[in-house]
């Protein structure tokens, strides 16, 4: 195990940190090692799922599509029997 220090923490955070604990009857150290632990192992218990991620985010503007942009036809691809003479 390491030890952390944190220096410049509000005291407005710290107080709320020390009602946290309180609360839930642990003490200042134990519930910032909680909060540590539940939010840096959120992500192994829910693995992301960008295609969810992006509808989740856009899901408020409604449905909508989006302009076909005009396209030119592909150019051929390089000849490289070309570069060899034999």
């Known amino acids: 195990m390491i030890d ?3 220096q410049n ?3 407005d ?3 709320r940190l020390q009602r946290r604990a309180e609360y839930y009857g642990r003490s200042l ?3 910032a ?3 540590l ?3 840096l192992t959120e992500n192994i218990l829910k693995p992301l799922n960008l295609a969810l991620a992006i509808e989740r985010r856009f899901a408020d ?3 909508f599509e989006l302009p076909t942009i005009a396209r030119e036809p592909l150019r051929e691809p390089p000849n490289f029997e070309d570069l060899h003479d034999n």
Do not use: H, P
Request: net charge negative; no cysteine.
């Open 9 to 11: 923490f509000y005291y």
């Open 13 to 15: 955070l710290k107080n």
């Open 29 to 31: 150290e134990e519930e």
């Open 61 to 63: 503007f409604g449905d």
């Open 37 to 39: 632990r539940a939010v």
């Open 33 to 35: 090692k909680e909060i």
């Open 4 to 6: 952390i220090t944190i």
